[in-house]
């Protein structure tokens, strides 16, 4: 059984950047798609980006398209996204999730939230962004 584990969420400053992680344990992270998500108070949650078995295998949301980087380590397994030029609507919790079985490509899917298999989830980690 994989878990995954987020790190590296805290507080920055508008216009500064954070790195997260997502570790996977176990067996690997396989030839799943990795989801980020992010759910800020009171809304819903967005998926911003998406990485498949490669790092020319992605997706981003608009909202974070151009400012955030995904690459994904399958020997280490672990998963990075790289967020840059914070802005005051990025603060949330952020999540990635993956499926234990293979997925199609993020290029065609698209938004994670769209896949139907990605079963294990993170903890979370929170990023909060002062003006």
């Known amino acids: 059984q994989v878990q995954l584990v987020e790190s590296g969420g805290g507080l920055a400053q508008a216009g500064e950047s954070l790195t997260l992680s997502c570790a996977g344990s176990?067996?690997?992270?396989?030839?799943?798609?990795i989801g980020w998500f992010r759910q800020a108070p009171g809304k819903g949650r967005e998926g911003i980006v998406c990485?498949?078995?490669?790092?020319?295998?992605?997706w981003y949301a608009d909202s974070v398209k151009g400012r955030f980087i995904v690459t994904r380590d399958n020997g280490r397994k672990v998963v990075t996204l790289r967020m840059n030029a914070l802005q005051p609507e990025d603060p949330a919790t952020y999540y990635c999730?993956?499926?234990?079985?293979?997925?199609?490509?993020?290029?065609?899917?698209?938004?994670?939230?769209?896949?139907?298999?990605?079963?294990?989830w993170g903890r979370g980690t929170t990023v909060t962004v002062s003006a």
């Open positions: 990485v498949g078995h490669t790092d020319d295998d992605t």
């Open positions: 999730a993956f499926s234990q079985t293979p997925t199609p490509p993020c290029t065609i899917v698209g938004d994670p939230n769209l896949y139907r298999s990605l079963e294990v």
């Open positions: 176990g067996p690997g992270l396989g030839h799943s798609a």
